[in-house]
Structure formats: structure tokens, C-alpha cells
């Protein structure tokens, strides 16, 4: 399986904007789908977007279409996403995750990165 760190959380407040970054080592990055979840306090964790092997987006959840933008760079070994016109119910820890292409269940995951807005 390949390893995951992500990193780029942070606070900020409500209209704001942050980059997520995970980056991948231990296997054949471009193997994989990658995908950013999400969990807030009390509530079950969240697909929030993904992305295949080839660079093509394949989910994006409605509330966060147009503000959220998932990336990769295969060269880098690193999946990004770029969040803008954060709200507070954003408030979530994102978890970066791993899925081999041959593989329907993403198996590696990140320790995840809190992003917290404020109103």
C-alpha cells in the first residue's frame, strides 16, 4: 500500500481559502485514484472529491462544487485540494485517500488535517 501525509490545514475565517497537500510514497503513484474526505465532529466521514489515474475528476460532493478543486501532479507523488469561499460547515478533519486502480475500496489513508472556519 502506499503512505499518505497530508498537510495545508489550518484555520480561517468564513470566505477564506486553503490548500490541502498529500503526498504519496511507497508505491507506483500514478497506479492509483486519489480522493479528499471529510469528517466533522459527531457525523460520519464524507467522500468530498476524487480523482483518477489519469487526472480526471470522477466525484465532487454538490455542497462543495465550484469552491473545492482536486489536482494531482504525478511527478510529485502529491494529490491536491484547493478550497475557496470556505463557510463554517467546512469545519472538518480531511482525509487524504488512496485507491488502487484495480481496487474498489480506497485502503490507504492519510492521518488527516484539521481545517477549521470560522463565521
Known amino acids: 500500500q502506499v503512505q499518505l501525509v497530508e498537510s495545508g490545514g489550518g484555520s480561517v475565517p468564513a470566505g477564506g481559502s486553503l490548500r490541502l497537500s498529500c503526498a504519496a510514497s511507497?508505491?507506483?503513484?500514478?497506479?492509483?485514484?486519489m480522493a479528499w474526505f471529510r469528517q466533522a465532529p459527531g457525523k460520519e466521514r464524507d467522500l468530498v472529491t476524487s480523482?483518477?489515474?489519469?487526472?480526471?475528476?470522477?466525484y465532487t460532493l454538490d455542497s462543495v462544487r465550484g469552491r473545492f478543486t482536486i489536482s494531482r501532479d504525478n511527478a510529485k507523488n502529491t494529490v491536491y485540494l484547493q478550497m475557496n469561499s470556505l463557510e463554517p460547515e467546512d469545519t472538518a478533519v480531511y482525509y487524504c485517500?488512496?485507491?488502487?486502480?484495480?481496487?474498489?475500496?480506497?485502503?490507504?489513508w492519510g492521518q488527516g488535517t484539521q481545517v477549521t472556519v470560522s463565521s
Open positions: 485517500a488512496a485507491r488502487l486502480r484495480s481496487d474498489s475500496v480506497f485502503r490507504s
Open positions: 480523482i483518477d489515474w489519469t487526472g480526471t475528476i470522477t
Open positions: 511507497g508505491r507506483t503513484f500514478g497506479n492509483y485514484a
